[in-house]
């Protein structure tokens, strides 16, 4: 990711063919991942090593809070430590700057605008903004829009549906 930031950063331009692969150099990419690749090569370049393991600490703290904020309940405290310790702990195997860490944090944002400012006006521009700066930092900004059509299927499905019809 490094090295694929630092060539977008060094000639402006994102690559269309594959460059950094023994196997098949020269054969077409498309580089879905290429802002966080150049996210990392700017901190890499401004701050080192030391400032990828800052960012990888606040992302890593970032999600714990928002994983925390939408699950908290007054009545589950103690549910939610057990359940966040053990999140946590698979989650540790997975606790490198990676894109799909920076997914899931964008993920459990969107998930907090939207459930936390559900009534709110400003909720679509926000998801807007946030979902335009999601793409093309890890394939998995396919869940915003998803996320929205099940939210809007189940809104719905419990206002046209004697099943699901709750009060």
Request: proline share 3%; charged share 15%.
């Amino acid at each position: 990711h490094l090295a694929s930031g630092r060539y977008i950063l060094d000639h402006k331009i994102i690559p269309h063919v594959d460059f950094l692969s023994c196997s098949v150099s020269g054969q077409p990419w498309i580089n879905h991942e290429w802002r966080f690749q150049v996210g990392s090569a700017s901190i890499y370049h401004y701050f080192g090593t030391d400032g990828l393991i800052v960012t990888q600490g606040i992302v890593v703290g970032l999600i714990l809070i928002f994983l925390t904020i939408l699950s908290y309940t007054r009545e589950a405290n103690i549910f939610l430590a057990f359940v966040l310790f053990f999140v946590f702990r698979v989650f540790e195997a997975r606790m490198f700057l990676r894109p799909d860490m920076v997914s899931l944090l964008f993920y459990l944002i969107f998930l907090f605008v939207l459930f936390k400012g559900i009534k709110d006006k400003q909720t679509p521009w926000l998801l807007f903004i946030l979902q335009i700066v999601w793409t093309n930092t890890h394939g998995f900004f396919i869940l915003g829009p998803v996320t929205i059509a099940i939210v809007f299927l189940g809104e719905w499905l419990k206002r046209h549906s004697k099943i699901l019809y709750f009060q």
